[in-house]
């Protein structure tokens, strides 16, 4: 093993460790089945505890990267090319959550938002009045990149986001970016907002059945869609969440020729995970994906804020095609919002959920 530990960097020990394990399994130095190394043997040769080689492993097997096995260890469960996968014999989908939400409203403390509303107000005067640049406000946007890439690994500059009013607009600003000759495939079945903006927009369609653990094999191998729209954590309303194998399959389709992935991530900052979810767009080398989320969920819908991230390679075309379009979203808003992600009441927020979510989780198991 070559595993090596920073103590003196940002990044928790535990995160490290499942850092370099997921990309050894990615990179099949452990291949499918094999068995990796014992938690002893690593907190041995680390200098860790066996707490914290457990809570790496656990990562591991939270998201599909392995599966532990009682008294024999932990062994890969991924597989790259995905060939696993019986698209005749997989297990249904799980009971579906019941709004795109997902499993309810997480209230942000109305006091800290108006709190924020009001540290604005004070500092930016008459300026909230102010028309917002076409791509959203440079604070906020340097913001939700300063956020992303501590919670999400993804590495994007502001000229990379876009702001709107909330993800129905985004998806009207993707059919401009990319043009109506393209072919959109959906998960079957998707949120039907985005089937309808999609179909308004003269738009064609496909549709590609869900599995336990996302879009079947056999329906993804078919596909000749120019653009996959997708929802990897807990697809609405199927609530079916994507493994790490079918998100390489994910991958390996974009990779193919002029393709693209719009990943739409609405719910998974409230993931009962011990870290937070992967996202496609953090792991693709071939820049094919476009991330999508909103603050519907996470501070409230009445906001109608929302934003995407593209890839390096399409900022000029999308400055070319879209940079003259106005922001929807109100400065004041945006400088409320920047105000609550650059404090970190956003992300206490968030993580108040999660601890919440997951204690109610054990007590039901208890």
């Not at 709190?115 to 004070?122: E, I, K, N, P, T």
């Not at 946007?141 to 993804?154: G, K, V």
């Not at 909330?166 to 998960?187: M, N, Q, S």
Request: hydrophobic share 35%.
């Amino acid at each position: 093993m070559e595993y090596q530990i920073d103590r003196a960097g940002r990044d928790p020990a535990y995160l490290q460790l499942y850092r370099q394990l997921r990309s050894d399994i990615a990179r099949e130095v452990y291949r499918p089945g094999e068995k990796l190394p014992s938690k002893r043997l690593l907190a041995e040769e680390l200098g860790l505890s066996l707490i914290t080689v457990e809570h790496a492993l656990s990562l591991l097997c939270d998201e599909g990267y392995a599966a532990a096995k009682e008294r024999s260890g932990y062994f890969v469960v991924f597989r790259a090319d995905d060939r696993f996968l019986s698209a005749v014999n997989a297990p249904a989908p799980p009971p579906a959550p019941t709004s795109p939400a997902g499993s309810g409203r997480h209230d942000f403390p109305f006091s800290v938002f108006a709190g924020a509303m009001r540290q604005v107000l004070q500092s930016e005067g008459e300026s909230v009045l102010s028309p917002s640049p076409p791509p959203g406000l440079l604070s906020l946007r340097a913001a939700l990149c300063s956020y992303l890439r501590r919670t999400r690994d993804i590495e994007a500059s502001p000229e990379q986001v876009v702001i709107s009013a909330g993800t129905e607009y985004l998806y009207h600003l993707i059919v401009l970016l990319f043009g109506r000759d393209k072919t959109v495939a959906l998960e079957d079945p998707c949120y039907e907002t985005i089937e309808q903006i999609y179909r308004a927009e003269d738009v064609q369609l496909q549709h590609l059945p869900l599995g336990h653990d996302g879009i079947r094999t056999a329906a993804l191998r078919q596909c000749t869609a120019d653009i996959l729209h997708i929802s990897p954590y807990r697809s609405f309303p199927s609530g079916v969440t994507a493994s790490a194998s079918k998100r390489a399959a994910y991958l390996q389709w974009a990779a193919q020729g002029e393709r693209y992935i719009i990943e739409d991530d609405f719910e998974s900052e409230f993931s009962v995970s011990k870290k937070y979810e992967e996202t496609l767009f953090a792991h693709t080398h071939q820049s094919r994906v476009v991330y999508l989320n909103t603050f519907s969920g996470t501070i409230s819908p009445a906001l109608r804020l929302g934003y995407m991230v593209l890839p390096q390679q399409l900022v000029p075309v999308f400055e070319t095609k879209l940079g003259a379009l106005s922001c929807p979203v109100p400065t004041y808003i945006q400088a409320v919002v920047t105000r609550l992600i650059e404090n970190g009441d956003f992300e206490r927020h968030i993580n108040r959920v999660r601890r919440q979510k997951r204690k109610e989780l054990e007590g039901i198991r208890n």
